[in-house]
């Protein structure tokens, strides 16, 4: 199975065992809802123990889940790269899982201004009240500089969120290894199967299965995926202390939705390619934001290291960031919201507030808004978009 291409692992991953009795099995497999498993006997639980305690994903209770849960992790696992996974119920909570269980009162961490928006949230509500503090950088040559005594990781996110610009992870890696540093990364965007960090010297993975590994915009998911045994064995540690679980449903969901990433991710682009060709030609748009994009300067970087594109850019519109609301109040095939990799379109009118944390944007008081491009037609997608330009304000 190691040996056939992604796409096809991702098909067969968790496939049922045939009933001994009638030879059959679903094609499917099942959500497998449990709050607790049963043993045959004590001995059986001694076994189970036994192997636990060596590290071995032994289930003696509901909260890591069961068949579903395990063939997810694999998932992740075969995607990523990587050697172990933890699940959780939400992106958000599997980086905030990461955080506590690889840093310790008293730690420090260097943290992209590009990451996710919340990410500053749990460094402010979260972090800081356990004696954790954060230091934003800009650019991977502030790094050397900024590293502390007390610095234990480094935590990015490529390509960044908003921009998009692309971080060159293994620079990244050998600054990491120089100072002795975790580096972790989300890797959202990439889902690991167009961007695989692990195998480009990240330590940790993070994902926001909620977006393209579902798919459909009908479930919260994260994931954590490691490498190194004993990163794994702390991670496990911390999800176990904090009693998170994922619903058997949302892991069955997220099994069904990552069936068709392939088609989705590839469909994504090729709508994307179509979009930004036509929003090139715009008078309005200054600047697209797109790895994937000729034009971006992160194009060079997305080409060595990226396998493919997806729905995700945002542009710079050469108007103030109010004058742009009413265009975006009248799309009317772009849903006005925050989450992305769905099967949908999506807008978002950027607040300028947010912008200022991003020493990458040099747009001033432009309008940023960011697009997800779902898989709508795209020349349905092009004429929304067309009506909507003449709604820009002029003063
Ligand atoms: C880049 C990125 N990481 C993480 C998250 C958090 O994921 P969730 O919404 O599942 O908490 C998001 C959500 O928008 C995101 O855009």
Same mark, same amino acid.
């Given at each position: 199975m190691t040996t056939h291409h992604l796409d096809t692992r991702l098909l067969h991953i968790g496939a049922a065992e045939f009933d001994s009795e009638t030879g059959t099995a679903p094609v499917s497999i099942p959500a497998i809802r449990t709050s607790t498993v049963r043993f045959k006997n004590l001995e059986v639980l001694d076994r189970a123990l036994t192997k636990r305690a060596a590290g071995e994903r032994v289930v003696t209770y509901g909260i890591a889940g069961l068949d579903t849960h395990r063939a997810l992790e694999e998932v992740f696992m075969q995607l990523e790269g990587g050697s172990y996974c933890v699940l959780a119920p939400s992106g958000l909570s599997a980086i905030s899982i990461a955080f506590l269980a690889l840093l310790s009162t008293g730690d420090h961490m260097l943290v992209s $201004?590009?990451?996710? #928006? &919340?990410v500053r949230t749990v460094d402010q509500t979260l972090l800081s009240r356990l004696g954790i503090s954060v230091t934003y950088f800009?650019?991977? $040559?502030?790094i050397a500089e900024l590293v502390q005594p007390n610095t234990k990781m480094i935590y990015v996110e490529s390509p960044g969120s908003l921009l998009f610009e692309m971080l060159d992870m293994p620079a990244l890696s050998e600054i990491a290894q120089q100072h002795g540093l975790i580096l972790a990364t989300d890797n959202t965007w990439g889902s690991g199967y167009i961007y695989k960090p692990l195998t480009l010297g990240a330590d940790v993975s993070i994902v926001a299965g909620t977006k393209y590994i579902a798919g459909h915009s009908d479930v919260m998911l994260g994931a954590i995926i490691v490498k190194d045994e004993k990163i794994a064995a702390r991670i496990h540690a911390t999800q176990y202390a904090l009693g998170n679980s994922l619903s058997a449903d949302d892991a069955w969901l997220s099994l069904r939705g990552v069936k068709t990433m392939a088609v989705r991710m590839a469909q994504h682009a090729r709508n994307t390619r179509e979009v930004s060709a036509f929003l090139d030609s715009?008078?309005?748009?200054?600047r697209i934001f797109d &790895?994937?994009?000729?034009? $971006? &300067? #992160?194009h060079a970087l997305w080409q060595r290291d990226c396998t493919g594109a997806n729905g995700m850019l945002s542009i710079e519109l050469n108007c103030p960031a109010l004058a742009a609301k009413p265009f975006v109040d009248a799309l009317t095939l772009f849903g006005i919201g925050f989450s992305w990799g769905g099967f949908e379109s999506l807008v978002q009118w950027v607040n300028p507030a947010v912008l200022a944390n991003h020493a990458y944007w040099k747009g001033k008081d432009h309008a940023l808004i960011r697009l997800h491009i779902g898989l709508e037609s795209p020349s349905d997608l092009i004429e929304d978009l067309t009506q909507a330009f003449g709604k820009i304000q002029h003063n």
């Open positions: $201004d590009c990451v996710y #928006g &919340p800009s650019s991977q $040559d502030q715009r008078p309005e748009v200054v &790895p994937a994009w000729h034009k $971006d &300067p #992160g």
